[in-house]
């Protein structure tokens, strides 16, 4: 693991700060959806000038020896961490500055230090101080001091490639020299000709790419073969299988071959329609053996040679996670397969390629049928056909065929049929009717069989009941009654057999709360119901029961009155979600455990909870999905970032279906996934320190370039009296963040690691 550390920080006097060492245990779930099944379904995030990018035209892209994304625009350089951008831009006062605000090209030497090429030349980085030095000829005096490609030599040379220019960078070298003069080669190429891209091959070569020629040559200029060429202006060149490249121009996309100097258009891309319309500034060959391509303004090509079949992935203005521009300039593939994509209008975008989740994702798809009429997902339900049912807030109810490749919409129209386009709760009987509830009281029953709607309206003792109701909950017991949770008036039974109706409220019951909003079934054919004011254990015989309401005074009871969920798990635990945490009753004592946020919940809302084969719950919230294990009491949360559609779940949009395919319902669409394929990633990604605070000011860059440095650790002096040291830190982990967790150790005081959880910082005093 490549990290920056701090094993020695001292002071003088009383102050002595021994070795503070940071490793990190990022548990990562990478959450693109699988590779081989939808390129064009991949999670692509933005990075534009809104983040702090200081330029939407990104013309490089690299990662660092540390892991830092650089970034190359048309007015500045940017560092990425994955939280934050640093930019440099050119300040001609400030001969430490980046030389030049066009970045055309970047590249990682041997000795891991970026250079960088800009429109005023060439200049390196120096990461201990956080400056630029600037790298000159050898007094050849260039008109034109823009830089447009750099390339390495095996021995470490690096090729450094202007418009009429090629100078050469020995390894250890502190200035560059020329190496080819087009005004002086005139055998080679003619007066208006200009330099394109320079590539060093396998055999140590020099492929020199100008707007009319290719040629071939040694190191010491020995012409091995040279050609014309009509891909226009070249953009781009890079190697695929088979020792060929793929070159990128103006007229189009080529296949040059070294074994014959051959270069003919690229046929599988050349058969696509509108192929002679595109103008190529960028392809490569993926790990498994696709070829990317970017257009001028038609985004991006992929061709799957497993499959025979090209993919076009544009822009979409309804998808926020499609890519967010057509005009595409630039791609780089890190060693993660994390495809990060420089745009012309509108910066970068990154998506990771790993197979690495199955979750797959339904919602709202503007003009499309077979997507679901809204993405705010209100309740789930799977019935004995297989067919999944899905109610939305607003767009009414969906139906999902079996085999999927059907969606079935049906909408409020007045007449037998939903009983409102906000579908609350679903319920399939024994009988395999389906029961819908909405707003307003009213509850439709769908006959499958015969494809019919019957409209009931419960009846209600309650006094001044009007029926108008809002239904929260539709459930059948072991008994074959149905009750209906209504928000308002209490709980209604129904004996299908009897064809009867009853109603336990706070008059005629120990209901705690007439705004009821879940119920669960224990073995004694008791009722936990959750409301607004607590829970309740209710006997619906004798009406009799205990309620457990939430005190201040009282650090072992109910954690909120706001009661959204229940569930009791596979050893007869009951738990209870709340609107500030979640619940483990404790019936020994009528006690509860409480977990939150402090415990490693993702948020405090816990709006559906189920539990999967193995016994782990899985726990929806107001800020992501849970994986809890009870008997470690073991957290581990999942995000958009990780695949979901969202971040907010809907209350009481869960089911488990018979497979063991776990549903669960957010704001922007529904999820399906199977547990046992959703693993953390142990990976450990590179930790660095981002400052050191002495009393508050910053003392890092004036540390690191001290002459006090030693190599491998970083020296920091406290003047006299100087009492708080804070480290900040953070770690290089692009796809989620949010799961990242944190230890430290302080040499020669402590003796074991301590974590600070998601806190980056830590303080000594």
Request: aromatic share 12%.
């Amino acid at each position: 693991m490549d990290t920056e550390t701090l094993p020695a920080i001292s002071g003088r006097k009383s102050m002595k700060f021994p070795a503070v060492i940071l490793i990190l245990f990022a548990v990562f779930p990478a959450g693109a959806k699988l590779f081989s099944q939808d390129l064009s379904g991949l999670n692509f995030k933005h990075i534009t000038y809104r983040e702090g990018l200081g330029g939407n035209q990104v013309f490089s892209i690299i990662k660092d020896a540390r892991g830092f994304m650089w970034f190359g625009t048309e007015n500045s350089l940017a560092r990425f961490d994955g939280q934050t951008l640093r930019t440099y831009h050119y300040d001609i006062n400030d001969s430490t500055s980046i030389k030049g605000n066009n970045i055309n090209t970047m590249l990682i030497d041997r000795q891991n230090q970026l250079l960088i090429g800009t429109d005023l030349g060439l200049v390196r980085y120096n990461r201990n101080c956080d400056r630029f030095i600037s790298i000159p000829d050898s007094g050849i005096s260039l008109k034109r001091r823009n830089v447009i490609d750099l390339d390495i030599t095996k021995d470490g040379a690096i090729l450094i490639t202007y418009l009429y220019h090629v100078f050469l960078l020995a390894e250890g070298q502190a200035f560059m020299v020329p190496f080819l003069d087009l005004p002086s080669e005139k055998n080679l190429f003619t007066g208006d000709d200009y330099l394109c891209q320079t590539v060093v091959t396998e055999s140590d070569h020099v492929l020199v790419f100008s707007s009319r020629k290719i040629v071939q040559m040694d190191l010491l200029k020995h012409v091995a073969a040279q050609r014309e060429h009509n891909c226009g202006v070249i953009h781009n060149v890079s190697v695929v299988s088979g020792g060929r490249y793929l070159v990128s121009g103006s007229n189009g996309l080529f296949l040059l071959s070294l074994k014959d100097f051959s270069i003919e258009p690229f046929s599988i891309f050349s058969g696509f329609s509108d192929f002679a319309k595109y103008e190529f500034w960028d392809a490569f060959e993926d790990p498994w053996g696709n070829i990317w391509a970017a257009t001028d303004h038609n985004g991006i090509l992929v061709y799957t040679p497993g499959r025979k079949k090209m993919i076009s992935i544009t822009a979409d203005p309804y998808n926020p996670k499609s890519v967010n521009d057509d005009f595409v300039r630039k791609f780089y593939l890190d060693r993660e397969n994390t495809l990060w994509i420089g745009c012309y209008r509108n910066g970068v975008n990154y998506a990771s390629l790993t197979p690495a989740k199955k979750f797959v994702i339904y919602d709202h798809v503007p003009g499309k049928n077979r997507s679901l009429s809204s993405n705010s997902i209100l309740s789930i339900l799977e019935d004995k056909r297989g067919n999944i049912w899905v109610g939305t807030d607003g767009g009414g109810l969906n139906c999902i065929s079996a085999s999927g490749g059907e969606i079935r919409h049906f909408r409020y129209a007045g007449k037998p049929g939903i009983p409102s386009d906000a579908v609350l709760a679903l319920m399939e009987d024994r009988s395999g009717k389906i029961w819908v509830g909405g707003y307003m009281g009213i509850i439709a029953l769908y006959d499958p069989d015969k494809d019919t709607w019957k409209m009931i309206t419960p009846e209600c003792s309650f006094p001044g009941c009007t029926g108008k109701h809002d239904i929260r909950q539709i459930f059948e017991d072991s008994r074959g009654k149905v009750w209906i949770v209504t928000n308002g008036h209490g709980l209604l039974r129904f004996d299908p057999d009897k064809q009867r109706w009853d109603s336990y409220t706070t008059l005629n019951s120990a209901l705690v709360d007439n705004y009821a909003l879940t119920i669960l079934e224990d073995e004694n054919y008791h009722f936990w119901v959750g409301t607004y004011n607590g829970a309740c254990l209710l006997d619906p015989e004798t009406r009799q029961g205990r309620s457990f309401i939430y005190s201040e005074k009282k650090a072992d009871g109910l954690s909120h009155n706001w009661v959204y969920s229940l569930y009791r798990d596979r050893k007869k635990r009951l738990w209870i979600g709340t609107a500030n945490g979640l619940n483990r009753f404790k019936p020994a004592d009528t006690s509860f455990i409480r977990y939150t946020t402090s415990q490693g919940l993702p948020g405090n809302v816990i709006n559906a909870i189920t539990e999967d084969r193995r016994g782990n719950l899985w726990i929806s919230t107001n800020n992501g999905l849970c994986r809890f294990i009870p008997d470690s009491s073991s957290f581990w949360n999942l995000y958009q970032d990780d695949g979901l559609p969202g971040n907010y779940f809907s209350r009481g949009a869960c089911f488990q279906s018979k497979s063991g395919t776990l549903m669960f319902g957010t704001d922007q669409g529904m999820v399906r996934f199977d547990p046992d394929d959703i693993k953390p990633d142990t990976t450990i990604y590179p930790v660095y320190i981002k400052d050191v605070l002495v009393n508050y000011r910053s003392y890092l860059h004036e540390a690191m370039c001290s002459e006090s440095q030693h190599a491998g650790y970083l020296v920091i002096v406290l003047p006299f009296g100087k009492r708080s040291i804070t480290i900040q830190f953070g770690t290089l982990n692009y796809l989620n963040q949010k799961n990242n967790r944190f230890e430290y150790l302080l040499s020669g005081y402590e003796e074991n690691w301590i974590s600070t959880g998601t806190r980056r910082e830590v303080t000594f005093t």
